[in-house]
Structure formats: C-alpha cells, structure tokens
C-alpha cells in the first residue's frame, strides 16, 4: 500500500514537468465546455419545452466533462502498452502487483489532472455558467458515493477490454471501440434522458451508464430515495461481476504472456 | 516529389496492412466510435429539430465534410504534428535537416499515414446521405465543388496541425498546442453561428477553420451564415489553403533556420 501511495506521489510529480502544459489545458477544457453550453444555448433558445431544463443539461455538462473525464483511470490500456514494448517483462517484476502499479500511476496521473484542470475549470464554469448545486446533502453523499463506484467500475472495463494485448498484443484499435460505447451508451456527450424511450431498456440492462450518468442524475435530484438504492445495488453487482471477469481473464493472460523486445 | 510521395504511401500501406486483421478491425473501430458519436449528436439534434438556423441532417453534413478534410489533413500532417515533439525532446531532430529535401515535407512524408482511409470514408458516406436528403444534385459542377473544398479544407487542417506543433522546437516537450488544435477542431463540427460573434472573428480571419466545413456547407446548403460574411465566402477557401500553407512553411523555416540542437 505504501509503495502504491509513492508511485501515486511521483506520477503526480512528474505531471508537474510541463507548467505551460497546464494552462493550456485550461483553456482546451474550457473552450470544450464552451462548444457544449453553446450548442445547448442553440438548442434550447428553438424549443423549451424539454422535461430537463438548460440549467440542468449544462450541469451535467460541466459535471461529466470537467470532474468524470478528469477521473477516468485505464490501468488496463497501460497494461495494454507495457504488452506491447515490452517493459511488461520489468513491471512483473516490481515488488508490487501489475494491477496496483498501474492503478496507481494512473491514480497519480489523474489526481494531478483534477486538481490542476477539474478544480479551475469547475470555478471558472462556474463563474461564467449557472451551474445548479446538489439537489440536497444526501444527493451529495449518494453522488459521492456512486461516483466513486463508477469510477472503479469504468476502471475495471477498460481493464477487462485492455487485457486483449495479451492475445493480440496491438490492440489500438480496442480503444476506439472501447471509447465510442461508453460515450454513447454511458451518457458520456449527450445526457441519456434525451433519447429515445425504447433505447432506454438497453441503456438500464448496459453497465455504461453506471459509470458517471447515474451519479450526475443523482446530483440533480432527478433519482428518488428508492432509484439511489437501485443505482447501489446495480453499480455493486457490476463491479463484482468485473472483478470477476478481470481476474479470470488476467489468470488465462498471464499463460499467453510474450515479452517483446530483447 | 510525387515519386517519393508514392513511395512512402507503398511503404506505410504494406507496413500497416501486414497484420490485416489488425488493419480492418482498426478502420471498423473507428467507423464504430465517430459513427456512435454522430448518432448521440442526431438524437439531439432530431429531439430539437434546429441548432441555430441547421437542420439535423445538414449538421451531419457539415460534421462530415470536417471528417473528410480532417481525414485528408491529418494523413499528411497529424504523425509530424504529433512525432516532432518527441525528436526534439529526444535531439534527433538534426537527423532531419540534413535531409537533402525541405525538412517539413520530409517530415510529413516520413509519417504520412493511411489509417484516416476510415474516417474519410465515413465523412463521404455522410455527406453522400445529407445530400440526397437535402435533394442536392450529384452533378459534374456540384462534385468538383466539393472535391476542391476537400482539398482545401485537408490543406488548412495540414497546416493548422504543423503550425500547433512548430512551438513545441523552442518548448521541448510541450505537446499540449498540439492538444489545443484538437479542441479547436471540436469547434468545425458544428454551425459556426451559434457561437459568439468574436469567436466568428477568430475562426474566419485569425485560425480559418470556418474555411474547412461552415462555409462551404452553407454555400452548398444554400444556409444563410448567420454572421457577418454571406455562403460565397466559401469560394476564397482555396485562397486562404493557399496563404496557410505559405505561412506554415515560412514559419518553419525561420524555426528550423533558428535552431539550435543539444546534440553531442
């Protein structure tokens, strides 16, 4: 645990390298948001008529993009590069386990991301936007909660996809596939309450819009007591069943192993 | 040059599609990710029926169009945006300018790529369908139209990716200009109009992206851009193509002539 905590201080440390690099990223992120709240202004200002107001799409919007996308870890498409040059061979032998490692340099990674990115970007967004706050604390606390789990459950899919280099060693191409299923079937561009009723089932029997959609719901009061509970369990049962998954994968993987390079 | 440019496309091409599963799955990939992406961005756009002045299937076509330039462009020039950092972090970049050719298209012709063969063909398959909605003619005129602003538009994205990542000579290791682009890049796929008027501004005069895709969708459309230019402003597209790509190697060159490599 302590040696994962040092890993996570120097990917945090090593972020801090490039100082430009951070204020651009600002502004990337702003001009992001910017683009999103502009289009909902455009869309809004046609027909107001929606069963979510603009307040609440552009809190989502500054919600999903400027913390979830911010905390978004892929231990696995590390683990997928390290496959692939080779250094798999040195991480293996590390005095800590694969996984840990590259959670925690992700951890260290993204922790420095949202401090340097989601914090001034949150302020900024919320300085220039009407961003709503949580519908009530236990929204919050539920929110925060889920969030987390979300998060882990994201973590533990990339994890799962990712773990395909050890079969076919270079697997870019997963991570286009990865990524457009969970932007579209998690919410991750477009909120899901503006599709269609009869996707709707599929999205509810899908893991992806666990990963951030239901939290940022929850934030904005639009889940009751009894959907929290509902959103617990189900991010629960998921993350066990990736578990799982992800071990009996990594037992199977480890027997396909070939290190590249030499 | 054409010879070398051949060459180097005969090279990429064998090299990527030795692992033919690989290369397939890689272009199916991709036309999974956008295509998913366009279809969130329709159901929006369908639950709302306008963005700005645009219908649904004319944001399609102005987001498909940008995918075609895009695809043209970052062909040439996204490897070299994208690998010139790390020569000069690394100090190989003298390796280039002792090439007996211009060190800029060396550099682009060593990292042209053939992997974007998916994003183009998604972007003529969607302006291909917003066409024949929109009930636009395939005539000889209308085609050669939209084959000059491809070409256009692929010159502008080239030179706008080169252009973001020329910094990173003086700033070693600094790959984040070349992350902005890509922000700015998001801005292309939507109406121009509905953001505010001095973001218009920048984007016609200061960074042409406006060149690309909103302009010569609202001309095509026959839109009126809401803005302070009419539709036949798309007309100077290849103008302004032109002008970019003289300024990015200008600019390159009073770089590269500038350098100073910590080499041993």
């Known amino acids: ?262 | 040059m054409l010879t070398l440019l051949s060459k180097f496309v005969v090279v990429r091409w064998k090299s990527r599609t030795r692992y033919p599963v690989s290369f397939i799955l890689g272009i199916v990939g991709q036309w999974v990710s956008y295509g998913l992406e366009f279809a969130s961005m329709w159901i929006v756009l369908s639950s709302f029926e306008l963005l700005g002045e645009w219908l649904p299937h004319q944001v399609m076509a102005l987001y498909s169009l940008n995918l075609c330039c895009y695809a043209g462009g970052a062909s040439i020039a996204y490897g070299a945006s994208r690998s010139l950092p790390i020569m000069v972090k690394d100090g190989i970049i003298d390796e280039l300018i002792i090439k007996p050719l211009n060190s800029l298209i060396y550099l682009m012709l060593s990292n042209i790529s053939i992997s974007y063969i998916s994003h183009f063909t998604l972007g003529v398959f969607g302006v291909v369908l917003s066409w024949i909605i929109q009930g636009i003619h395939f005539s000889i005129s209308n085609l050669l139209l939209l084959i000059l602003f491809i070409l256009s538009g692929s010159v502008i994205h080239a030179s706008l990716m080169i252009l973001s990542a020329i910094p990173s000579i003086k700033m070693v290791g600094n790959i984040s200009l070349t992350a902005f682009y890509t922000q700015v890049r998001e801005f292309m796929y939507y109406p121009l109009s509905i953001f505010s008027k001095p973001l218009q501004f920048l984007f016609t005069f200061i960074i042409p992206c406006a060149f690309i895709s909103f302009y010569p969708t609202s001309l095509m459309f026959e839109i009126s851009a809401d803005n302070f230019t009419g539709g036949w402003i798309a007309f100077f597209s290849p103008v302004v193509a032109t002008l970019l790509a003289v300024i990015t190697l200008s600019v390159w060159k009073i770089t590269i002539a500038a350098y100073q490599s910590s080499g041993n």
């Open chain 1, 1 to 262: 645990m302590i040696r994962c905590l040092s890993i996570v201080k120097h990917a945090y440390r090593s972020n801090s390298a490039y100082r430009v690099n951070i204020v651009i990223n600002i502004v990337s992120a702003l001009s992001s948001l910017y683009i999103m709240i502009a289009i909902w202004n455009a869309l809004y200002s046609k027909d107001i008529s929606h069963t979510h107001p603009l307040e609440q799409t552009v809190t989502y919007t500054i919600l999903q993009s400027a913390i979830f996308s911010a905390f978004h870890l892929y231990p696995g498409r590390r683990i997928a590069q390290s496959v692939y040059n080779g250094n798999i061979a040195i991480d293996l032998l590390r005095p800590v386990p694969l996984l840990g490692l590259h959670y925690a340099h992700e951890l260290g990674n993204r922790l420095f991301r949202w401090v340097t990115l989601s914090i001034p970007t949150v302020i900024v967004a919320s300085i220039s936007y009407s961003i709503l706050p949580p519908y009530s604390a236990a929204c919050l606390l539920a929110f925060l909660v889920t969030s987390i789990l979300g998060i882990a459950l994201f973590s533990l899919f990339d994890c799962i996809v990712s773990y395909t280099a050890f079969w076919i060693v270079d697997n870019w191409y997963v991570n286009w596939f990865e990524g457009g299923i969970i932007a579209f079937f998690g919410g991750t561009t477009v909120p899901l309450w503006f599709y269609p009723k009869r996707l709707q089932g599929l999205l509810d029997a899908l893991p992806f819009k666990y990963m951030s959609y239901s939290s940022i719901d929850i934030y904005l009061g639009n889940v009751d007591a009894s959907g929290i509970f509902r959103v617990l369990y189900t991010q629960s049962f998921w993350i066990l069943l990736f578990i799982c998954i992800e071990r009996i994968i990594w037992l199977q993987a480890k027997k396909k192993l070939v290190v590249n390079g030499g």
